[in-house]
């Protein structure tokens, strides 16, 4: 199998955590250049028609795009450990909580960043400033959401590390590098706290 991926994209550093913390081995990563435009290249296009990274290559041939889906094929390969819950009940809580942080924490810092940030203006035509503005603002109100979760439970789904926290994890070190953004400073301690336990995390080493 390659997966398609890209340093310091963050839904790829998703994928990539999720096969560290698997602990599947074999698969080959293909980098992309984002800067130099190879996800707009032919050859590219041709696997995923959207031009977005992570894509994976299954060993048939055929080609899965989509973070969330890559991450649920690869819990029915390598079922353990388990990421994304065992039995309907828990499953359907954890993608609850991971839909949850995706669309109101990740997309918000993706947005923000997207149209704010003049390094990404080659990838965002046209930037909105305004609406970026706007995506940091309600993007901080979901963070503040989540420390009062994590005040009372040690993963953000619940008693166990998930794909949850992978999903989050990605999303707050992106805005660190591009936002400037540490929950500590903004009195988040719980949010903190749980941070830098999950970048102790042995996969980390791996996922980048």
Known sequence: M????????????????????KGIEGIEQVQIDLGAGQHRSADYLARNPFGRVPA??????RILCETRAICSWLEGYAPEPNLMGEGYDERAFIEMTDRRVELHLFYGIANCVRHTHPGLAALEQPQFPDYGAAQGAKMRETARWLDQVLAAQPF?????????????????????GLMRFKPGSEGLAHLQAWRDRIAERPSLEFAG
Do not use: H, W
């Open 2 to 21: 390659k997966l398609y991926t890209s340093a310091r994209a963050p839904n790829p550093r998703r994928v990539t955590m999720f096969i560290a913390e």
């Open 56 to 61: 994976l290559e299954l060993d048939d041939g």
């Open 156 to 176: 953000v789904a619940g008693q166990r590390f998930t794909i949850a926290d992978i999903t989050a994890f990605c999303a707050l070190e992106f805005a660190r």
